[in-house]
Structure formats: C-alpha cells, structure tokens
C-alpha cells in the first residue's frame, strides 16, 4: 500500500479562522513533508519532520504551525491565513535517512482563504 | 547545490506519437533523480526514478528515461502517446541524503496535450 491520505479535500476559510489539515500514512516512512503549491508551479517544500521531529523549516511563516503526533500522523495548523496563501498544499512521505528514496504524495487540500 | 531545468514549458504530441519531454539537473553530488506526474487537482505519482546502477529505466505507463551523466540529461520518454497521458510532469533531483531523508529540488514542469 503506497497511500498518503489528505483531509480535507477542499477548505475555505476566513482570515480570522483556525483549521487544520491532515495527513495520514502507513506505510511505516519516518520522514513526512508539507509542500505548498500554487497554480502552474511546482511543489515548494515548507517543513520536513523525520522521526517525529521538526528537521526542515523553510522559513515558513508563523501562522502556519506543523505537528507530529506519531510516526503516521501529520498536521498542519492554520490560523490567520492571507488570501495569498490560497493553494493545493501537499503532504508526502518517505523512508527515513540514508537512502535516496523517493517522496509518495497525497491528493493534496484545497485551500482557498477568503 | 541542485536544480532542474524543464525544457518546454507546454509540448503537444499527437495521439500514438512519441513522447519527449527533456530534464536537465546540475548537481555537485551523484544525483538522484525521479518524474512524477499530476493530473489536475490531484497530487503527484511517482512515474519512474533514478539511483544508481541501469541508466536506462522503466516506470509506469509505458513511460522510461535515461540518466546520461556526460549530457546531465534525465529525459522521459514515451513510445506511443495515449489521451490519458495528458498531465503536468515534474522532474526533481536528490543530491546530497539529509537526516532526515532527502529533499527534492522540483524543475518548473512541463505541460503535456495530446491531440487527437
């Protein structure tokens, strides 16, 4: 089983809302990733954990807050978004350090910030 | 340091013909290289990838590409273009392995039409 799973679908929220995404996977992969893609561009890498444990930040504002609750769970906690952060935000996952191995992506959440 | 570089931004084929679609990457380290595919709205599917070993390699699809580290070429390759290969393609390149993984350096991609 080569799933990543993303709730929800679609989100629409308020610049004053608080929401969060989700990610799912079990394939046992120790390493998870938040991307962030706007129309017609390619994925940009926001946070990587690996081991349950925040490796990567890209300098990613604040009002976007990442979690790992355990090695098959990750969110993304949103709070005062701008309508500029409207965009298919994508989760993936691979296998832990040490190998090339390649990133399996989930279906991605729609978010459109009104 | 790693990038990519699509050549082509848009590439229309007709149905049956052949599929090209050329990746370019730089890399200070034995790179690691990999397509994927998005269809619109969704996520993105790992066509094929690169490590080491056999330069000619076979993904899903019917798709293949050949890693020639004298030219820094990955192209993707396709003998016969069908209707649902119509799709957005990303080339990315892993060079140095982190701690945590790898980090994918993503080209800007190309958009694939097929006419029929």
């Known amino acids: 089983d080569t799933e990543v799973t993303q709730t929800p679908k679609h989100l629409v929220m308020g610049m004053t809302n608080k929401k969060s995404l989700k990610c799912e996977q079990h394939m046992g992969h120790r390493a998870m990733y938040w991307y962030k893609q706007k129309a017609k561009k390619p994925p940009e890498l926001m946070f990587v954990y690996s081991y349950e444990k925040l490796s990567i930040n890209e300098s990613v504002p604040s009002r976007f807050s990442p979690e790992c609750p355990n090695s098959s769970l990750l969110n993304l906690h949103l709070h005062a978004l701008q309508p500029e952060d409207s965009a298919l935000y994508l989760c993936?996952?691979?296998?832990?350090?040490?190998?090339?191995?390649?990133?399996?992506f989930g279906p991605g959440t729609r978010l459109t910030v009104t | 340091a790693q990038s990519v570089t699509q050549l082509g931004s848009h590439v229309s084929v007709s149905e049956g013909a052949l599929v090209l679609l050329r990746c370019n990457y730089s890399s200070s380290v034995p790179p690691y290289l990999f397509w994927y595919v998005q269809y619109p709205n969704q996520g993105l599917q790992l066509l094929l990838k690169y490590t080491t070993g056999a330069t000619l390699v076979k993904g899903i699809n019917g798709f293949e590409a050949e890693f020639k580290k004298s030219e820094t070429s990955f192209h993707l390759t396709k003998p016969s273009a069908h209707m649902s290969d119509a799709a957005e393609y990303f080339c990315?390149?892993?060079?140095?392995?982190?701690?945590?993984?790898?980090?994918?350096?993503f080209g800007a991609g190309t958009i694939l039409r097929v006419k029929s």
């Open positions: 993936a996952s691979s296998q832990g350090k040490g190998n090339p191995y390649e990133q399996y």
């Open positions: 990315a390149v892993s060079g140095v392995l982190m701690e945590y993984g790898n980090k994918l350096v």
